[in-house]
């Protein structure tokens, strides 16, 4: 899963990419609140939302897009980048 500033969901698309990734949900207009970023409430005293991109993948692929968005971090960290893995026991 990866939390995003809805600016930079072209650099994510790209990094998507580069992992070899072709199949993806997206849930636009995510809202939250980081520990390092201005919340994204979509409000008056707070703007902006974020996009989350959900994948599951190979582990292989899945380190490969880990890797990508630490680079993405490091390139764009003000815009707000943050991934999460974790295992899937099934999928139907």
């Not at 580069?18 to 008056?44: M, Q, V």
């Not at 703007?47 to 390139?75: C, H, I, Q, S, W």
Request: hydrophobic share 40%; net charge negative; proline share 2%.
């Amino acid at each position: 899963m990866i939390v995003h500033n809805v600016s930079i969901d072209n650099d994510v698309n790209e990094a998507l990419e580069s992992a070899g990734i072709h199949y993806y949900t997206k849930f636009t207009d995510t809202l939250g609140r980081g520990e390092l970023s201005e919340p994204h409430l979509n409000t008056e005293v707070w703007p902006g939302v974020n996009t989350g991109t959900f994948v599951v993948t190979d582990d292989a692929k899945a380190k490969a897009l880990m890797d990508a968005v630490r680079k993405l971090r490091e390139k764009l960290a003000t815009e707000g980048v943050k991934a999460f893995m974790w295992q899937i026991e099934e999928v139907t």
